[in-house]
């Protein structure tokens, strides 16, 4: 049987028989290799450790560097924008002082234009006595109602202007004639005709 012979034998005869000189050598020198790749990546590990902090403070520098800048930009945007607003209020003072004076002047002026329409309330329609007697002089239609009031005729118009009817006082008859005036009948007719009623 197979465990009939010395296992001690056995196993020097099983190591006998394996050639493992070569295996050694070969994982000596992956052990080796290991050794000098940990030893790289552990340098490039303090190198990308160097740079990052490198770099960190670099960032921190270039940050302080833009909260200044921009502080700075801040305070230029703030003085223009309070120079700007500045601008504007001594803008809206001077409109608003040039309101004031032109409220004024029209204040005065309505109060000048006030004082015309009273004066011209106080007239009347027809105006003060100087007016009166400047349209009297030119206008012939008025000349010619004044002779007639003169005479004792009232010539009463109608809706449309035209003088149809006339209204004649006899003072010393005490009688009142009304004349309804037709086109139709010519002007010596009704001079002819007032001239009788007024003797």
Do not use: C
Request: no cysteine.
């Amino acid at each position: 049987m197979l465990f009939d012979e010395d296992p001690a034998m056995l196993v020097q005869s099983t190591m006998a028989n394996f050639h493992i000189d070569t295996d050694k050598i070969a994982i000596g020198r992956i052990n080796e290799s290991l050794l000098t790749l940990q030893q790289a990546r552990e340098l490039r590990i303090r190198e990308a450790d160097g740079a990052l902090k490198k770099l960190s403070r670099s960032l921190a520098t270039m940050s302080q560097q833009h909260n200044e800048t921009v502080a700075s930009q801040y305070g230029i945007d703030h003085a223009s924008n309070i120079v700007e607003l500045d601008t504007q209020k001594f803008r809206i003072a001077k409109a608003a002082s040039d309101l004031e004076i032109e409220g004024e002047r029209l204040e005065q002026e309505m109060e000048g234009l006030k004082g015309q329409l009273h004066e011209l309330d106080v007239q009347g329609v027809e105006g003060d006595e100087m007016a009166r007697a400047r349209r009297e002089v030119d206008d012939p239609t008025i000349l010619k109602l004044k002779v007639y009031r003169g005479l004792g005729i009232d010539v009463e118009a109608d809706n449309a202007g035209s003088y149809n009817k006339a209204v004649i006082r006899n003072t010393q008859k005490g009688d009142v004639n009304v004349v309804n005036i037709d086109p139709k009948m010519s002007r010596f007719f009704y001079s002819n005709y007032f001239w009788q009623s007024m003797k």
